[in-house]
């Protein structure tokens, strides 16, 4: 079975550009989460959504980074304009909401801004 | 709010030593308990889990036993090798909730 797909996987832009991450997550499964992990930082939980729609969004840093799902296989997470502190990879993940589920990971986008 | 505390690393050992990693939380209610690792360049993937007190959870010859009484769900493997090199990352999920809070993560080294 494919499990959590992210793509691109390494995203090297300049300063003040828009930058689009997309997520495809597992089959079946109704929640999808954003994290974003530096070193400095850790892993954080940006935003996430059961059913497509955005249950907690306050890990999103600013208004500059937005978040959609508009169905059950697909979200971005879109950074507009980009900025070098949000270098970071980028991972998302997908659970079924049945019962107690673990999180299944895709493999990250790295995002470098110059 | 809850809040999970991992041992800092890094960590290194010697292939065939006994592995500790230790784990506490903070938590109101039933947290539910996990234990992910990280291998470069990859996404975190489950190691283990426990949703009750006394649960052992195990795999791949680690364990991890959910002990209410000291708030803990550390992490051991009795003899591990240069392949269990990675971060591992300690995390829960309060009681009927679906967000996972996640330890600052401890980077294992293994040597042969």
């Known amino acids: 079975d494919a499990g959590v797909i992210q793509s691109p996987r390494h995203e090297v832009t300049e300063m003040g550009q828009e930058v689009t991450l997309r997520c495809k997550p597992i089959s079946g499964h109704n929640s999808l989460f954003w994290y974003r992990q530096t070193m400095m930082r850790g892993l954080e939980l940006l935003i996430y959504?059961?059913?497509?729609?955005?249950?907690?969004d306050s890990g999103m840093p600013e208004d500059r980074f937005s978040a959609k799902m508009p169905n059950a296989s697909f979200s971005t997470l879109k950074i507009q304009p980009s900025e070098p502190r949000d270098s970071a990879v980028y991972f998302c993940?997908?659970?079924?909401?049945?019962?107690?589920?673990?999180?299944?990971f895709g493999d990250g986008t790295r995002l470098s801004i110059l | 709010g809850d809040s999970v505390t991992q041992m800092e690393g890094p960590v290194t050992l010697s292939e065939e030593a006994f592995l500790t990693i230790n784990c506490t939380y903070t938590?109101?209610?039933?947290?539910?308990l996990f234990w992910y690792v990280q291998y470069p360049g990859e996404g975190l993937q489950l190691l283990l889990k426990a949703t009750k007190a006394d649960d052992k959870g195990s795999n791949k010859g680690f364990e991890a036993t959910y002990r209410k009484e000291t708030t803990s769900f550390h992490l051991e493997k009795g003899s591990v090798q240069v392949s269990d090199s990675a971060v591992y990352f300690c995390?829960?999920?309060?009681?009927?909730?679906?967000?996972?809070?996640f330890g600052q993560g401890t980077r294992l080294t293994i040597n042969p």
């Open positions: 993940a997908s659970s079924s909401r049945t019962g107690v589920q673990p999180q299944h």
């Open positions: 995390a829960l999920s309060g009681q009927g909730a679906q967000k996972l809070v």
């Open positions: 959504f059961n059913n497509n729609v955005p249950i907690d």
């Open positions: 938590a109101t209610g039933y947290p539910s």
